[in-house]
């Protein structure tokens, strides 16, 4: 199955932007639907945004909608979320995820998780 290493977490300002990738390896990315999950100190995982597997289809959750982006790059395997006008809710870790389906924004569809990015969001 395809393996997912997360990067470009990091602390910034309220308002401010960071942009996170997700490189996959081992199986052929583009059989994959994609998404970002994230889980916040004491809460539940929770879903952020979803892609097919051709890019036809998005999804995001209410609290990121017109701020958050996701995109891949199927000839880079790579996952991405483009995240403007952070708030300090948005502080969690980041965990992109893979699943056989074309596309979800069910947690439960997805049986290949990264190791999680962290991103702060300060005040």
């Known amino acids: 199955q395809v393996q997912l290493v997360e990067s470009g977490g990091g602390l910034v300002q309220a308002g401010g932007s960071l942009r996170l990738s997700c490189a996959a390896s081992?199986?052929?990315?583009?059989?994959?639907?994609m998404g970002w999950f994230r889980q916040a100190l004491g809460k539940d995982r929770e879903f952020v945004a979803a892609?097919?597997?051709?890019?036809?289809?998005?999804d995001y959750a209410d609290s990121v909608q017109g701020r958050f982006t996701i995109s891949r790059d199927n000839a880079k395997n790579t996952l991405y979320l483009q995240m403007n006008s952070l708030k300090p809710e948005d502080t969690a870790v980041y965990y992109c995820?893979?699943?056989?389906?074309?596309?979800?924004?069910?947690?439960?569809?997805?049986?290949?998780w990264g190791q999680g990015t962290q991103v702060t969001v300060s005040s």
């Open positions: 081992g199986r052929t990315f583009s059989n994959y639907g």
């Open positions: 995820a893979a699943t056989i389906q074309y596309y979800s924004n069910s947690y439960l569809s997805y049986n290949v």
């Open positions: 892609i097919s597997r051709s890019e036809t289809l998005t």
